[in-house]
């Protein structure tokens, strides 16, 4: 009977599995803009809710989070590089790495703090204003639970495979890109690429022995 | 009582504006076309976060962890409708209908039912606020929010925004309260309860930031414009891609 069961409930997941890839691509090809962040902010809403050492600020689990389950929505490459700016052309590929891991770093670090306070929160996306073909589209969404309701918008752009990425975001209208640009110009112009890299890594460090 | 407060806000206006034309020439080449001022912000945001860490933050904190949480909520909703009083006027300043009457209903509601605004009565009742200042409603009629600023005590603000808080003090009914030592009580208790709300993004900030003080500027600035627009600002020139025109060669 055990066995039964639990063979059966390996078939169930492996036919899901299959389900879920077949869907995958299927949602990556004609999937709406707003669609795809219903989906995508709900899947890591409901991971949250799930896994209480996540909502505690458990950094390495947290890390594990981001890597399956935003990374994979993101182009985080153009994010590192329009907050970076003009300067992004002058650096190396080795130092365009080395920008993306310690940027990651810190949003990871800095927004982990702030997952104790998911709850009960669910996420109503507004109308979209798109033409069906556009490439880039403003995905409006509001955070709704205890209190006044949170803003939380997004910039997704088209990839070459036919997926959504997200490229910025804004949280009560404040864009995550625009507000790293001044700093990270601010650096460059004083103490050029690596100067900005070594900013980075430092406060990555601070903010690591902080959290200790 | 309100002549005095204007009188004192008017000879601390005219001070500000003359430290900042004083070190307003400080400014070189590399400036901030939305903050000429940055020399003199920059320092007095030095003086407000070191009185910030060695008073108010440990206050703050006190008194999220060691009061009732339904204490806290209580002092924090008589002072939203409180608010919500501003927000009535301001959206009726801003010709919005809707906005103006959802406002006054959620004052009234929440006054009478609510007990003087001590519980939220309005808002499970699906009345939704709009927060509103004089500062918005100069925006929303076309005003400039003109340089940054960096008030003492008060923080981040802007020109436009600063040039409306004698108006605000004015009409504020907890600065002028009568009895003297329930007013000094009341306004303590506003502050403490604005520090305690604000206490996870000003943790966040601190972490987030390579120069914490213009990351909280353009943070600042473009939440105000935001919140002018009511959370729907006509779109910018978008940021250019560097990394689009790098990555071009290898794609091809």
């Known amino acids: 009977m055990k066995r039964f069961l639990s063979r059966r409930a390996f078939s169930a997941l492996a036919l899901s599995a299959v389900c879920a890839l077949g869907m995958g691509t299927a949602q990556a090809t004609d999937e709406a803009a707003d669609a795809f962040i219903k989906r995508v902010s709900s899947d890591i809403l409901d991971a949250i809710k799930a896994d209480k050492s996540i909502r505690n600020g458990d950094v390495n689990k947290i890390v594990v989070l981001v890597d399956q389950r935003v990374m994979p929505n993101v182009n985080f490459l153009r994010m590192t590089a329009s907050a970076v700016g003009p300067g992004w052309r002058q650096a190396t590929p080795e130092q365009q790495k080395r920008l993306q891991e310690e940027f990651k770093v810190l949003l990871v670090r800095t927004y982990s703090g702030a997952l104790g306070q998911v709850g009960d929160q669910n996420i109503v996306v507004k109308p979209l204003r798109a033409a069906a073909d556009d490439k880039e589209v403003l995905v409006r969404t509001e955070v709704r639970g205890k209190g006044d309701p949170i803003q939380l918008d997004y910039r997704v752009e088209k990839a070459a495979d036919g997926s959504w990425k997200v490229y910025n975001m804004n949280v009560m209208g404040i864009w995550l890109v625009e507000n790293y640009k001044t700093q990270f110009a601010q650096e460059i112009n004083a103490k050029g690429v690596d100067g900005l890299i070594a900013s980075l890594a430092e406060r990555n460090k601070s903010n690591a022995r902080a959290s200790k | ?252």
């Open chain 2, 1 to 252: 009582m309100m002549q005095m407060v204007c009188k004192r806000w008017g000879a601390y206006v005219a001070l500000l504006v003359f430290v900042a034309l004083g070190t307003g020439c400080a400014t070189g080449p590399n400036a901030n076309p939305k903050d000429p001022l940055e020399p003199m912000n920059r320092s007095i945001s030095t003086f407000n976060d070191t009185l910030d860490d060695n008073v108010l933050k440990p206050v703050a904190t006190g008194y999220r962890d060691y009061t009732p949480q339904f204490l806290q909520t209580g002092v924090s909703n008589f002072f939203r409708n409180l608010s919500d009083v501003l927000s009535t006027v301001n959206n009726g300043l801003q010709l919005k209908g809707h906005d103006t009457a959802e406002s006054f209903m959620r004052v009234t509601v929440n006054t009478v039912f609510g007990i003087y605004g001590i519980f939220d009565v309005a808002t499970p009742i699906g009345l939704e606020r709009h927060p509103e200042d004089f500062g918005q409603t100069l925006g929303y009629w076309g005003v400039p929010d003109g340089p940054y600023l960096v008030l003492p005590l008060f923080g981040p603000s802007t020109v436009r925004d600063s040039s409306v808080l004698p108006l605000e003090f004015a009409l504020d009914p907890v600065s002028n309260h009568d009895v003297t030592a329930e007013r000094n009580v009341a306004v303590a208790t506003r502050i403490v309860d604005k520090r305690s709300s604000l206490l996870k993004t000003t943790n966040l900030l601190s972490g987030a930031a390579i120069d914490k003080y213009s990351f909280t500027r353009d943070g600042y600035l473009q939440f105000r414009r935001n919140q002018v627009f009511d959370g729907n600002p006509p779109d910018d020139e978008q940021l250019e891609d560097p990394s689009a025109v790098t990555d071009a060669p290898s794609a091809k």
